[in-house]
C-alpha cells in the first residue's frame, strides 16, 4: 500500500516512521527531518490512503475535497471536524447525547453582557474557551474574576484570536487528573486504541510558565485502568459517535477525548478530530500490526481489525526553541541528533526543523524534536528520554525536566529555559 501523510510535525514523522514498517509513505509536505518527504502537493500525489494529521485541513474541508476526487482518506470530513472547530458546537452535541462534562453556557460578541452575568453565577476557577481553534492557546483557566471578565471582553471584542474568539464558551471549573484517550471511528462505531496518555501543557516545570502545544507527555498513564477506559468509552465515545451518526455525519478518523477526572467521575473537557502531538508519539510506535491496513479499513467505513498496543512505556520530552511560545527563534543549528538515535530504546521525531545553507539541521519552529524513550516501565522509558535529550543542544534549547514525574520521580528540578 502506499500511504500519503499531510502534515510536516513530529506527529507526522511518528505517523510516517510507523506505517513505513509495512508500507510505502511520502509526506507532504514533510520537513528536512522527515524521510519520504516531498514538496508536491497532495492532490498531485497518487496514493491507496491519505492520511491528514492535523486539524486545520480537517475543519477547512480537505478530507471532503479528497473524497470528492476519489481517494480514500482516514480523518473526518469538515461537518465531524466541528468536534474541534467549534466548542460550542461539540458541547451542544455531548450533551444532547448525555455525556458528563463541565456545566457551560455559549455567548457571541453581541452578548457580552450575559456573557459576564454567566460568568459571575459560577464559583472559581472560571474557564473561559475561545469557540473556534486556537492552536491550544484559547483556553483561559483563572482562579481570578476580573481576569476572566477581560478575557471574556478581549475574545468576544475580536482583539484576543480575531474571528475565533468571537464565540466563547464559559465552564464550570472542574479539577481533578487530566488523560486522553483515542478510538478509531468507521462512520458506525468507534474502537478504542487500548491505551492512556498524558500531556504537560505548560512551558516549565511543575506546570508552570505559560500554555503551549505539549512540551512533552508519556503512556500509559498506570493509574488508569482498562475498566476506567471502558467506562470513559461507554459514557463519551460511543454516545458521541451515536449522536454524530444520528446527524447524519459519517466520521472516518481518529477521535481524541480529553477528559478530566473529577470526585464525580471522569469529565469529558474536549474532542479532537486528529491524534495529540505528542500523544502520537509515544502511541503509534507501539502499535503492532499493519498500522495502514487499519487506517484503510476506517477510511473505507468498515475497521474489523482490532488495535493492540506493545505494553511497553513511552515518555516524549519535547525540545523547544529559544523564544517558545511567544517567539520561537529559528536557524539555530541542532547538535547531537544523531548520537541520541543511537541510544537503544530511543526514538527522535522532528517536529519544527528546516535545513540551512550549509545543509545542516536547524530550529524550524517552536517545538524541535521530540526525543521519546521506550522501555517496559516508564521509569525507564523516561531514563532513556532524558539520556538522549542530554545529548542534543542548540542555542537556547528549552525543555521540561519533569515530564512523567507525575508517576513520582523528579518534580525538584528546575526546567532548563
Ligand atoms: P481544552 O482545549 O478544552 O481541552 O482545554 C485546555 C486545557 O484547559 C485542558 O487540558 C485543561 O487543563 C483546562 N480546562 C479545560 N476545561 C476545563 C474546565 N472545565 N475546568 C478546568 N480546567 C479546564
Ligand atoms: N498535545 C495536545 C494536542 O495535540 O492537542
Not at 548520537?339 to 530511543?346: D, H, L, P, S, Y
Request: hydrophobic share 40%; charged share 20%; glycine share 12%.
Amino acid at each position: 500500500m502506499k500511504v500519503c501523510v499531510i502534515g510536516s510535525g513530529g506527529r507526522e514523522h511518528a505517523f510516517a516512521a510507523t506505517l513505513s514498517r509495512h508500507s510505502e509513505v511520502v509526506v507532504t509536505p514533510g520537513s528536512p527531518g522527515i524521510e519520504g518527504s516531498t514538496a508536491q502537493p497532495v492532490t498531485e500525489i497518487d496514493a491507496d490512503l491519505y492520511v491528514v494529521g492535523s486539524e486545520t485541513p480537517l475543519v477547512q474541508g480537505l478530507a471532503d475535497q479528497l473524497r470528492s476526487e476519489g481517494r480514500t482518506v482516514f480523518g473526518p470530513g469538515a461537518d465531524g471536524a466541528r468536534l474541534e472547530g467549534s466548542k460550542a458546537w461539540m458541547k451542544r452535541l455531548v450533551e444532547t447525547a448525555g455525556v458528563p462534562t463541565a456545566r457551560y453556557g455559549s455567548f457571541d460578541n453581541d452578548q457580552t453582557d450575559s456573557a459576564i452575568a454567566f460568568l459571575s453565577s459560577l464559583a472559581p476557577p472560571y474557564v473561559v474557551k475561545t469557540d473556534g481553534l486556537a492552536a491550544g492557546k484559547g483556553v483561559l483557566v483563572t482562579e481570578t474574576y476580573s481576569e476572566a471578565v477581560e478575557d471574556v471582553k478581549a475574545k468576544l471584542s475580536g482583539a484576543a484570536f480575531g474571528d475565533s474568539g468571537r464565540r466563547v464558551v464559559i465552564e464550570e471549573g472542574l479539577s481533578g487528573p487530566e488523560l486522553s484517550l483515542f478510538a478509531f471511528c468507521d462512520g458506525a462505531k468507534a474502537v478504542l486504541l487500548p491505551t492512556s496518555a498524558q500531556d504537560h501543557k505548560r512551558l516549565c516545570n511543575r506546570d508552570l510558565g505559560p500554555n503551549t502545544g505539549g512540551m512533552g507527555c508519556y503512556s500509559p498513564m498506570p493509574t488508569v485502568s482498562a475498566a476506567d477506559l471502558d467506562e470513559m468509552m461507554d459514557k463519551a465515545v460511543h454516545p458521541t459517535v451515536e449522536a454524530l451518526r444520528k446527524r447524519g455525519v459519517d466520521y472516518r478518523g481518529v477521535l481524541f477525548a480529553g477528559f478530566m477526572v473529577t470526585a464525580d467521575g471522569p469529565k469529558l473537557l474536549e474532542f479532537n478530530v486528529r491524534f495529540g502531538d505528542p500523544e502520537a508519539q509515544v502511541i503509534l510506535p507501539r502499535f503492532e500490526g499493519d498500522l495502514a491496513e487499519t487506517l484503510f479499513q476506517v477510511a473505507n467505513g468498515d475497521l474489523r481489525i482490532r488495535p493492540t498496543l506493545s505494553n511497553d512505556a513511552m515518555v516524549a520530552v519535547v525540545l523547544a526553541s529559544h523564544g517558545y511560545p511567544t517567539a520561537p527563534q529559528t536557524g539555530d543549528v541542532i547538535h547531537g541528533l544523531e548520537q541520541a538515535r543511537e541510544i537503544e530504546g530511543v526514538n527522535v521525531f522532528c517536529a519544527g526543523v528546516a535545513s540551512n545553507s550549509q545543509g545542516e539541521l536547524v530550529t524550524g519552529g517552536g517545538r524541535v524534536l521530540n526525543v521519546c524513550g521506550r522501555s517496559t516501565t516508564l521509569e525507564t522509558a523516561r531514563e532513556l528520554a532524558y539520556k538522549a535529550v542530554s545529548v542534543i543542544s542548540w542555542s537556547g534549547m528549552q525543555h521540561r525536566t519533569d515530564i512523567g514525574a507525575s508517576i513520582g520521580i523528579d518534580h525538584d528540578k528546575e526546567a532548563v529555559t
